[in-house]
């Protein structure tokens, strides 16, 4: 049996290459229960390898020459291949583990089997170990991925319930009202007419950009929606090799939490200021500082509550980010002024035309690089994204988590990649970088510790903010 494969979710085997692997990643540091028997990891790449692979985890793509693009069920799934037991040699240092991310991150997944790979890390320092996952970002988003993620963890610690995200039933998908258990002509009138609304929508949603970017600046602190092909080209836009640079920092939820009362903004609007702050702080230190706000592509999810349906349901808002110089609460201020026109552009579309928004931008700027074409600015010069896993402990069967980080891909020409995901009174930052441009992320990620230092020293003084949108 075989279903088609989604535009957006196709977009992503097509744009694969050596360069440029499709899959995203996460890292989770776990400690063992007290008293775990030596060989204790062993047993649990055992117990996983026994464990079946259930739809999405046991498809693979098949995209002929002529003919539909579709999934197809594996036939044998290799399990030795899918969950790998590694080991960091003596003394298992964080920057060890961050080492062999980068090599494993580089790697493609093998297309002959389902797109999924678990590696098992032991020998951490102070008895912990790692897994780290790599899902091809054709089967999962950053929401459906965390949700399967999520119910593979327990509330407390249990030895016999150990699951595994590629061996849990997948739910069903949320179908619109529009589209059940109606004729197949009324469906297909239905569908066209979504399609028309959504051509309308993203006809008058890049008139409106093209009016925007022709029309002289209007009032220097107003709100500016997101911007499409007018990033300037920095380091971050260079052409990829086939490595990759990896780091992480954690900040508490509770210091975002001030930082956000104190100053105004959401929790995103927060991170968005910490990263741009530490990036042109970065480049600065290298000699290229950025001459204009740096733009920020923002995923926006579209699901409906509960959905975690195996396939891709995101678009994107385009940020213009502080300006050069700009003090810690003026530049969130204005982060948080950005951010907050762009999503009401994004909130004017149909789901169907902020669907469509996204597939035409990736396969623009993809389509650009595939034919060696620098004519089109970059849609960006980084992303950022945040999930939400667990605001209480979790365990992998007994082992506690005690870190999650996100190891995002990197692609559409933009090469750094910085997600965070809420777990525990914590936000743990994954910094994914293409090596050729930012080939040192630890010194990235403590510029931007040091950006979040800042902004927690503005919160405790008075500011001026600007003027906000309605």
Sequence with gaps: MSRGIPPLDLMFLLAERVTQPSHVGALMILASPRGAPRDYVARL??????????????????????????????????????????????????????????????????????????????????????????????????????????????????????????????????????????????????????????????????LHRLGGLLRPAAEEDAPQGSRLFSSARLP????????????????????????????????????????????????????????????????????????????????????????PGESAARRLARISNNSAAAKAEMRGLSPDAALDLAVALYAAQEGAIALGVNALPPTANLVLSNTRFSDRPAWLGDARLKAFYPVSMIGGGIGLNVTFVSYDGRLDFGLVANQAAIPDTEKLARDCQRAFADLLRASSRPVTRLRRTR
């Design 45 to 206: 790449v055992a117990r996983y390898r026994a464990i079946e692979p259930k739809p999405p985890f046991n498809l693979v793509p098949v995209i002929p020459v002529v003919g539909r693009p579709t999934w197809r069920e594996a036939a044998e799934p290799d399990m030795r291949y899918h969950v790998r037991h590694l080991a960091l040699p003596v003394p298992g240092r964080e920057a060890q583990l961050w080492e062999l991310v980068e090599e494993l991150h580089a790697v493609p997944l093998d297309r002959e089997q389902p797109l999924f790979r678990i590696q098992f890390i032991e020998g951490l320092a102070g008895g912990r170990f790692a897994l780290y996952s790599q899902i091809h970002h054709a089967i999962i988003d950053g929401v459906s991925g965390l949700a399967r993620t999520a119910a593979a963890f327990n509330d407390a610690p249990s030895a016999r319930d150990l699951r595994a995200i590629y061996g849990l039933d997948s739910p069903p998908g949320k179908r619109r009202a529009s589209t059940v258990k109606r004729h197949p002509l009324l469906r297909a009138v239905s569908g066209g007419r979504q399609q028309a609304r959504a051509l309308g929508d993203l006809t008058a949603f890049a």
């Design 236 to 323: 971050t836009n260079r052409p990829f090799s086939a490595r990759r640079s990896f780091a992480s920092f954690t900040v508490t939820a509770a210091d975002v939490e001030r930082i956000r009362k104190a100053l105004g903004g959401t929790m995103n609007d927060v991170a968005m200021a910490i990263v741009d702050a530490g990036l042109s702080r970065y480049l600065a230190a290298r000699g290229s500082p950025p001459s204009q706000p740096i733009v920020c592509m923002c995923p926006v999810n579209l699901r409906d509550k509960g959905d975690a349906e195996a396939t891709i349901k995101v678009s994107a808002v385009f940020v213009a980010m502080g300006r």
